[in-house]
């Protein structure tokens, strides 16, 4: 690991480990503090949109009478938040005119990412999935206008989190924020299944006018975050680099991202008819439909990355985008951490960070599809789930900042693993039960409890490990590995239930937590 002096340089785990902790009062005081509180409101902003593309949609299409599979295949509309480290360095160092210099770097892209997040759920309440054939293809593209957008507030949230306090209110912040998150998506979860209901619309009487009434209504929660991004002050711990390239660079650079993501697009679109032919082809061959679309959707995936790498080389080559500017937005943020940390120990890091929450996030897409299979009512789902749960999971919040202050956070991370793969067990005596309110009450605690405190240890443990010269940047890699592989596997969470059922999907869900505790086990013992 290189020494490096640097004032903005993060402490590295094992150098945190020697500070001395804090006592139970002095910890406790610590959600006092302004910034604390502030991540408590930008938290909520950010957990508003994270439910309307996931489990509030899943609902109101279900309700429209769109097949199960279908529904949990939209949950690959918020694959922006795991490939939010791609865009992360515009982010992170593209001003926006006029905005920018009102509003400051992180400021600006908040209000702008909240503007977008409010289009796209205007978008998507305006979209009747059932007007015409193509009214789940206009849905979809609205899905992801909004996790787009909501995946780049999370950049902009999580660079100026680790930018406006030390390393020992980090802890803390991730608690409130999680408590904010939270609330946020009771709102957009039982709030949007209230107001459904509300204005008419049931399983047995579907009403696209209730659930449109309901996402104007959610776009408007979202002023929350805009009212907070122009009260809160700029950090002041940032790299101060706007005079290192000229706007005319920073154009030809978004023109980059464009061609890219350009190319990505047109690949998907032209690739379509063949993709076809490929899935009919190999579904004879294994007799297996889903294996034969997971294969060929990975391949098309990384063909298209392929193209669009390529694309962007092309214009580097071109000379219209310097190399170094490149380098500096890309390379250098990659090859800090790799220095830092060395090669060995980064790979282990980085696999930990991919796998952490793969059992809650695969079993988290299909969950309210679950809740309603076995006949629990929305307004049931509202109060237990959302509600009930809510309180659960900011307690377990509050708790895993806590004890991550006291112990230390690779332990907590290791308690936190466990809980949540455990807790998955529980799905399955759910699953047997049926329709059972106290079981779900029993479930839902234990399951948000330990997805809580699980939570906040892990936002702490990815904020010590990012260097504070590439906050968005960094911090976005981290966070988009986190929910790539677990998003995947969770867009087929419907296909897998139809094929080997509840009870058996629980437990495999559970079983996919065991690698975690043996990564953890032995990144601590590299640590010490």
């Given at each position: ?8 340089q993060q402490p590295t785990p094992s150098a945190q480990a020697t500070q001395p902790t804090q006592g139970w009062l002095e910890t406790i005081a610590s959600f006092k503090h302004p910034r604390v509180i502030t991540m408590l409101f930008l938290g909520f902003s950010a957990g508003v949109p994270i439910l309307l593309i996931f489990s509030s949609l899943g609902l109101w299409l279900r309700e429209a009478g769109v097949e199960r599979s279908a529904v949990t295949f939209f949950s690959w509309a918020a694959l922006g938040y795991s490939f939010k480290f791609v865009w992360a360095p515009l982010v992170d160092k ?435």
């Amino acid at each position: 690991m290189n020494a490096d002096n640097s004032p903005r340089q993060q402490p590295t785990p094992s150098a945190q480990a020697t500070q001395p902790t804090q006592g139970w009062l002095e910890t406790i005081a610590s959600f006092k503090h302004p910034r604390v509180i502030t991540m408590l409101f930008l938290g909520f902003s950010a957990g508003v949109p994270i439910l309307l593309i996931f489990s509030s949609l899943g609902l109101w299409l279900r309700e429209a009478g769109v097949e199960r599979s279908a529904v949990t295949f939209f949950s690959w509309a918020a694959l922006g938040y795991s490939f939010k480290f791609v865009w992360a360095p515009l982010v992170d160092k593209l001003p926006i005119p006029f905005l920018t210099r009102w509003l400051g770097r992180r400021r600006s892209w908040m209000i702008l990412s909240q503007l977008s997040i409010i289009i796209a759920i205007l978008w998507m309440g305006m979209t009747n999935p059932l007007a015409s054939e193509n009214s789940l293809t206009m849905m979809a593209l609205a899905a992801v206008l909004l996790g787009f957008s909501s995946a780049t507030q999370d950049v902009v949230i999580d660079a100026y989190r680790i930018e406006s306090a030390d390393s020992d209110l980090q802890a803390m912040m991730s608690s409130t924020y999680i408590a904010g998150y939270r609330i946020g998506m009771l709102v957009a979860g039982a709030g949007a299944l209230y107001l459904a209901s509300y204005f008419g619309s049931a399983k047995e009487s579907y009403s696209y006018e209730a659930w449109q009434w309901t996402y104007v209504i959610m776009s408007g929660v979202m002023l929350v975050g805009i009212i907070t991004t122009l009260i809160i002050p700029e950090p002041t711990r940032q790299r101060d680099d706007n005079a290192k390239h000229n706007a005319s660079e920073y154009l030809r650079f978004l023109l980059l991202f464009a061609l890219a993501v350009l190319a990505f697009i047109a690949t998907f679109y032209f690739s379509s008819e063949s993709v076809k032919s490929a899935k009919s082809i190999l579904t004879d061959t294994f007799s297996n439909k889903h294996l034969a679309s997971f294969m060929i959707e990975t391949l098309r995936l990384s063909f298209a990355v392929i193209i669009a790498w390529g694309v962007a080389k092309l214009v580097v080559y071109s000379g219209i985008v310097k190399q170094s500017m490149l380098n500096d937005t890309y390379v250098a943020p990659v090859n800090d951490f790799f220095s830092r940390y060395g090669l060995n120990l980064a790979i282990l890091l980085l696999v930990l960070i991919g796998l952490y929450r793969i059992s809650d996030i695969v079993l988290g897409v299909i969950a309210n599809v679950f809740y309603q299979d076995l006949g629990f009512t929305k307004i049931e789902i509202a109060n237990v789930v959302k509600t009930f749960g809510l309180f659960m999971t900011i307690a377990g919040g509050f708790l895993g900042g806590l004890l991550s202050v006291r112990f230390g956070v690779m332990k907590i991370l290791f308690l936190g693993a466990a809980l949540s793969a455990a807790t998955n067990i529980l799905f399955m005596v759910l699953a047997n039960a049926g329709h059972d309110l106290t079981m779900l009450y029993i479930v839902i605690s234990a399951d948000n409890l330990s997805a809580g405190l699980a939570s906040a240890a892990f936002i702490a443990f990815l904020s010590k490990l990012t260097n504070i010269s590439f906050t968005a940047v960094q911090y976005a890699i981290f966070s988009s590995l986190m929910t790539l592989l677990p998003k995947i596997l969770g867009g087929y969470s419907g296909s897998m239930v139809d094929s080997m059922g509840y009870p058996n999907f629980f437990m495999f869900t559970a079983i996919l937590g065991i690698p975690v505790l043996v990564l953890i086990l032995v990144a601590g013992k590299r640590f010490e």
